[in-house]
């Protein structure tokens, strides 16, 4: 088999692989959907059950949080609108973490003040 050949091979291998993890990540944000209902906003301890990490690391990792920690009302809790959460939702927490780390210091240290 012609070198080209494989790594055609494996280069589709791998955009299998992430449709297939696209279509999962898909029907399970379909489900959350689902399952928010009429609710209108979801506090920290939603988006940790959501997320399935403990509230003590979200609230020390803004990067997993919807708007890095910053909430939606300005009541001073941390509670974020049902379209905030389906946005947060539709990316990966590999692609939040890469935009936290990608932020300047400056950026990230006043996230921290306004969160």
Request: with cysteine; proline share 3%; charged share 35%.
């Given at each position: 088999?012609?070198?080209?050949?494989?790594?055609?091979?494996?280069?589709m291998?791998?955009v299998?692989q992430?449709?297939?993890?696209?279509e999962?990540r898909?029907?399970?944000?379909?489900?959350?959907?689902?399952?928010m209902?009429?609710?209108?906003?979801?506090?920290?301890?939603?988006?940790?059950?959501?997320?399935?990490?403990?509230?003590?690391?979200?609230?020390?990792?803004?990067?997993?949080?919807?708007?890095?920690?910053?909430?939606?009302?300005?009541?001073?809790?941390?509670?974020?609108?049902?379209?905030?959460?389906?946005?947060?939702?539709?990316?990966?927490?590999?692609?939040?973490?890469?935009?936290?780390?990608?932020?300047?210091?400056?950026?990230r240290?006043?996230?921290?003040?306004?969160?």
């Amino acid at each position: 088999m012609p070198a080209v050949d494989l790594v055609e091979r494996r280069d589709m291998e791998r955009v299998e692989q992430r449709l297939d993890a696209l279509e999962r990540r898909m029907d399970l944000l379909l489900g959350m959907l689902e399952s928010m209902g009429a609710r209108s906003y979801f506090g920290i301890r939603d988006i940790c059950r959501i997320i399935n990490v403990s509230e003590s690391y979200a609230r020390k990792h803004p990067e997993v949080l919807p708007k890095y920690g910053v909430s939606d009302f300005p009541d001073g809790m941390r509670r974020w609108k049902r379209e905030t959460v389906a946005a947060y939702l539709a990316k990966s927490m590999s692609e939040h973490v890469a935009e936290w780390g990608a932020m300047g210091a400056r950026e990230r240290a006043r996230i921290r003040r306004n969160s």
